[in-house]
């Protein structure tokens, strides 16, 4: 067989010679859960140049480069983290500036994690170490919350000083790169002041950015009463709000009245479940109060990956088995975070916003989730990925549902995939768009 033949059988396996097409990727008949537009229902979804392009509820598959069945399975936004740790590769030791943090991309994109942002590793002093190293390479998209600390979150040293809590300079910095700092943190503080929290306030009011705290030790001289009920405004978030290491329940299990309070005045309460931010005897009882996470979130460290948390889907799933909807973790997944860090064009499928997009399995069975003690929750439902698009593009494919079957293709096959729908092995040199209608 000639070369020539060879190649002619591989494009028509493949659909390389399909004229006229008007999208170059199209997943047809999975059920989509966009909650910026109030969808929750079978719907194709057509993506071209890395945008959503269409949806609805049948596109031609003719008018597509690319076909892909996800009939059974979910279609959602790509899922935004807002909790984690990725300023990797510095090699300290017990820094989040360094060996406690991890890469993302070994961690997201199997997870249907398309967007992360890193909960303060980095300061104004380190951050553009940090974006050079990490955002600027990553396949991610990598925001940052910049921490209040100029040194960033490199242990009680550096965490505790005063000092180096200046809000001016942190303000600058998150003006200087506004496209990725999306906030100011505090963490892990252990004196009586209010310091910590009242100059990354300034600076985030600065910026017109929000706060995320994670309140550090429990103090009675920084009662979480008054954190939420004046200290931090409409907008901020306060994190590990299950952790119940700051009296968010009392000794008889009932909600903290300051975290109604909080949520009254707008404070936003996110999950980061992290390796030592999450009880179930916090979460089950808040939830049955009513008390819902307004963002799920990972706090994805060394120390959280192998343990109690695991991933992002795993975290998910614990919400599932306390009784909430697909589509309300979803929610909280995506457009909810979305709008946390100010950043609409994200997690959602509205046509223009970028093509992140993750499909989701629904799982039923037995499933056992641990929290950071080790106690056990069984559920009956476990989320899984089986498809991560980032920018339109196939990033992650569990189970090869974009791929043709190997028997099909022509006996010295090569490639498999084009570069207009394929970041994980796309077709060599420059795609070229046919014509369109």
Not at 283 to 297: E, T, Y
Request: hydrophobic content about 40%.
């Amino acid at each position: 067989m000639t070369h020539t033949r060879i190649a002619v059988l591989f494009c028509l396996a493949t659909g390389a010679f399909a004229q006229n097409t008007t999208y170059d990727l199209l997943l047809q008949g999975g059920r989509v859960v966009d909650a910026k537009n109030n969808i929750d229902a079978v719907r194709d979804v057509a993506i071209r140049d890395g945008k959503i392009a269409a949806v609805a509820p049948r596109i031609d598959p003719a008018e597509a480069f690319k076909v892909v069945n996800v009939a059974g399975l979910y279609v959602t936004p790509g899922l935004i983290d807002i909790h984690v740790h990725v300023f990797a590769g510095m090699g300290e030791r017990n820094s989040y500036a360094g060996d406690s943090s991890v890469y993302p991309d070994p961690f997201t994109f199997r997870s249907g994690v398309t967007t992360v942002a890193d909960a303060g590793s980095s300061g104004w002093r380190n951050f553009e170490d940090f974006k050079g190293r990490i955002i600027d390479r990553s396949k991610t998209r990598v925001l940052s919350f910049l921490n209040i600390v100029g040194a960033g979150m490199r242990g009680g040293k550096f965490e505790d000083n005063q000092a180096d809590m200046e809000s001016a300079p942190a303000a600058e910095m998150a003006l200087k790169h506004k496209d990725v700092i999306i906030g100011i943190k505090t963490a892990h503080y252990s004196g009586p002041e209010w310091t910590p929290v009242e100059n990354a306030v300034t600076a985030g009011t600065k910026a017109n950015i929000p706060v995320m705290v994670d309140f550090g030790s429990n103090r009675p001289e920084r009662p979480i009463t008054e954190l939420l009920g004046k200290k931090l405004r409409p907008g901020d978030i306060y994190t590990h709000c299950y952790s119940g290491l700051r009296r968010e329940l009392d000794e008889s299990g009932v909600l903290n009245p300051g975290m109604l309070e909080g949520r009254k005045r707008g404070v936003i309460f996110d999950v980061g479940h992290g390796g030592g931010s999450f009880a179930w005897r916090i979460a089950v009882p808040a939830i049955k109060q009513g008390f819902l996470p307004d963002s799920i979130s990972t706090d994805l460290h060394i120390g959280s990956m192998n343990s109690g948390m695991k991933d992002m889907l795993n975290v998910m799933g614990k919400f599932l088995a306390m009784g909430l909807s697909v589509s309300d973790v979803i929610r909280r997944s995506t457009w909810n975070p979305a709008r946390e860090i100010r950043r609409e064009e994200l997690g959602n499928l509205s046509v223009g916003s970028p093509a992140d997009v993750a499909v989701l399995r629904v799982e039923t069975g037995k499933f056992g989730y641990t929290d950071m003690y080790g106690a056990r929750l069984q559920g009956k439902q476990k989320l899984s990925c089986e498809l991560t698009l980032r920018d339109g593009k196939v990033v992650y494919d569990l189970n090869g549902i974009t791929r043709p079957d190997w028997d099909k293709l022509p006996k010295n096959y090569t490639q498999t995939g084009d570069s207009r729908w394929d970041a994980i092995n796309p077709a060599r040199g420059p795609a070229r768009r046919p014509a369109t209608k």
